[in-house]
Every structure is written in structure tokens, then in C-alpha cells.
């Protein structure tokens, strides 16, 4: 498939990065022309992906998340979220809902999320190597409706 356009960011996994990540990954596929559903969608997951980045991969240190974003000719959108941090032992334990390795406050509800807004979720993860979360969604925009 080709490829119309792609981005690619570094940020720091700071929690402050976060609103940044989705908003800039929103702008970037907004040029697409997706329904404001489609575009809050694409930014729910991304939110979902970088905070686990945070919270997860770098629990008690600051790394990198490496994002990119390829928009192709078939309208739609792959966006790659990855780090360089722990990695997740069992990819299928930790993208059942409802299962947390931190507890307290968190719902274990971060891929689900992910699964529910975009048409396709991939996980690739390597213990102490980091983890590539691929969302795909397609984008039928504003004139499919």
C-alpha cells in the first residue's frame, strides 16, 4: 500500500507529553479529512498507547516514545507507538481486560480501549527490550456517511 504522507516524533515519557502526543497524532490525520468521531477515536488510543509507555514501560525512570504515523491511499491511518523500556511478559495476560500489574488506580483497561477505537491493535513486545503497539484505522471520513 502506498504511503500518502508519515510523521515521526520522539518525546520524553513525561505524563505532560501525553495531551501532546494525541493532539499532534490528531492534527497529522485530520489532513485525511476524518468525522470528528473518527479523529477523537484515533486520539483516545493514542492517549491509551503513550500512557501505558509512562506508566508502564519506564515505571520509575524517564525513556523515549518513539511515534510515527503513515497515512496510505487506501485512507488509512497506522500509527506506531513504541519504547525502549521493560517490555510485557505476556502480551495476551496484559491486554485482557481488567488486568493490571499495578493496581490502585488503574483499570487494566488501556488495550481494550485501544481495541474499541481503531479497526486494528498489534502488540509486539521484547522483555527489557521495549514494545511496538501498531493502531490501525481506517479512515472513512466526512463524505462515507
Known amino acids: ?14 505524563s505532560v507529553n501525553e495531551s501532546f502526543a494525541r493532539v499532534a497524532v490528531g ?9 470528528v468521531e473518527e479523529i477523537n477515536d484515533i486520539k483516545t488510543a493514542v492517549s491509551e498507547a503513550v500512557t501505558n ?8 525512570s524517564v525513556g523515549y516514545i518513539y511515534i510515527s504515523v503513515k497515512l496510505l491511499e487506501d485512507s488509512s491511518a497506522v500509527i506506531k507507538i513504541r519504547d525502549r523500556g521493560c ?9 485482557t481486560p ?4 499495578l493496581g490502585g488506580e488503574r483499570s ?3 488495550f481494550s480501549v485501544m481495541e474499541t477505537f481503531c ?3 498489534r502488540v509486539r513486545s521484547s522483555k ?8 490501525i484505522k481506517k479512515i472513512r471520513g466526512k463524505n462515507s456517511y
Open 53 to 60: 509507555c509512562i506508566v508502564h514501560a519506564y515505571r520509575n
Open 27 to 35: 492534527a497529522f490525520c485530520s489532513q485525511s479529512d476524518p468525522t
Open 108 to 110: 487494566g483497561l488501556g
Open 87 to 95: 517490555g510485557i511478559e505476556n502480551i495476551n495476560e496484559a491486554m
Open 128 to 135: 527489557g527490550r521495549g514494545t511496538t503497539v501498531t493502531l
Open 98 to 101: 481488567l488486568f493490571t500489574t
Open 119 to 121: 479497526d486494528s491493535v
Open 1 to 14: 500500500m502506498k504511503t500518502l504522507n508519515e510523521m515521526r516524533i520522539r518525546l520524553e515519557s513525561r
